[in-house]
């Protein structure tokens, strides 16, 4: 806290000018010609503030160095200011600092700043914004999924929806009346398991349903890692979103021509129907192939995750906070997933 203001003035000019402050606090005070309390109430400023400026001045005298007043600020680690890349780049840069700062509180805003500027600048090299495609090369290998809302609502059935697609093919596995609760969606994918066995990982957005224990449960009973979308960024998902534009513009349409305004059951089987149909047929690898990919892929995953815990100073057995664990294996699964061939990731570097 500074007992002067001053407007417009460098950052250099303002720290000088804190220590001149400080030194003719501490001369004032050595003088005895006002008390503590006394210069403090006449500045407006607590008693304690006013001897921290006394203490500051006194060390400037015998020429001590001194830190500047207030917390230090924080520096973003790779993982973290990896993470906003990631971020940035699946927004296609069109996210603002605001949003950035809500997501990640304890990265300073010329840190971010500083990301979005130099994504700004790769970018900008390139002649395009989008600098990335995703290639997914082994079929039942990895889904995605999320919730959509219809306004109608489907009838006898409430409002929500959801669609689950496999990203290989583009085939949307499931797409039926589903609540957003933990309940609705382990029902949902107990299903989905039994009709085309678990894939190895699974991609989704940070709902209720998605991030209770009882659905984490389920996944890792079943093998299955879990690529959960960063902080208010739902085109990380985009593959999924584009899946669930088409499903539910299809089944509106089938309404429509009922002269319904709310979709049914059959409208979204119709709806799925349609939309595999214009997809290219691939052949599926058989089970086995695809349980020794899993082992493969989740011995890389623990490697990776492991290793960034080791680089934070996290302990292996310390359980973290969704957010944080989802960050570290937002990394850790995309490299098991690169390494064993699953994702192609064709773009330009990022990474610090």
């Not at 500051?56 to 001590?64: F, I, M, Q, S, T």
């Not at 979005?116 to 600048?121: A, P, T």
């Not at 959509?148 to 039926?176: I, M, N, W, Y």
């Amino acid at each position: 806290m500074t007992p002067a203001i001053a407007i417009g003035l460098t950052q250099p000019q303002h720290r000088k000018l804190r220590d001149y402050v400080a030194i003719a606090i501490q001369g004032v005070l050595t003088a005895a010609t006002i008390s503590g309390r006394a210069l403090a109430r006449a500045l407006g400023y607590p008693v304690s503030t006013v001897w921290s400026w006394r203490k500051r001045g006194e060390k400037l005298g015998v020429g001590e160095a001194v830190a500047l007043p207030g917390p230090k600020p924080k520096v973003a680690d790779v993982l973290t200011r990896n993470d906003i890349l990631t971020v940035i780049h699946a927004a296609k840069g069109r996210i603002s600092t605001k949003v950035l700062r809500e997501a990640y509180p304890g990265v300073t805003r010329a840190a971010i700043r500083s990301l979005q500027k130099r994504y700004q600048k790769v970018t900008s090299k390139r002649g395009r914004r989008n600098g990335a495609r995703l290639q997914w090369n082994i079929c039942g290998a990895v889904w995605a999924m999320d919730h959509t809302d219809f306004k109608g609502g489907v009838e006898g059935a409430g409002r929500s929806v959801l669609v689950v697609r496999e990203l290989a093919t583009g085939t949307t596995l499931f797409a039926e009346p589903c609540g957003h609760d933990a309940a609705s969606v382990c029902a949902a994918l107990q299903r989905l398991f039994a009709e085309h066995g678990a894939p190895i990982a699974i991609k989704c957005d940070n709902g209720s349903g998605f991030i209770a224990a009882h659905t984490k449960l389920l996944l890792s009973m079943h093998g299955v890692l879990v690529l959960f979308s960063p902080p208010g960024t739902p085109s990380y998902n985009g593959s999924c979103e584009a899946g669930v534009g088409s499903i539910k513009h299809r089944a509106q349409n089938f309404a429509a021509a009922r002269g319904d305004r709310s979709v049914n059951r059959n409208d979204l089987y119709m709806a799925q129907e349609q939309a595999n149909a214009s997809l290219t047929a691939r052949a599926a690898p058989c089970r086995t192939a695809l349980e020794e990919l899993r082992v493969d892929v989740w011995g890389r995953y623990r490697a990776w995750e492991s290793r960034l815990r080791e680089d934070q100073g996290l302990a292996p057995e310390v359980e973290l906070a969704h957010a944080e664990q989802a960050s570290l294996d937002r990394f850790a699964i995309g490299k098991a997933l690169t390494e064993t061939q699953i994702l192609m990731i064709r773009r330009r570097d990022y990474r610090c």
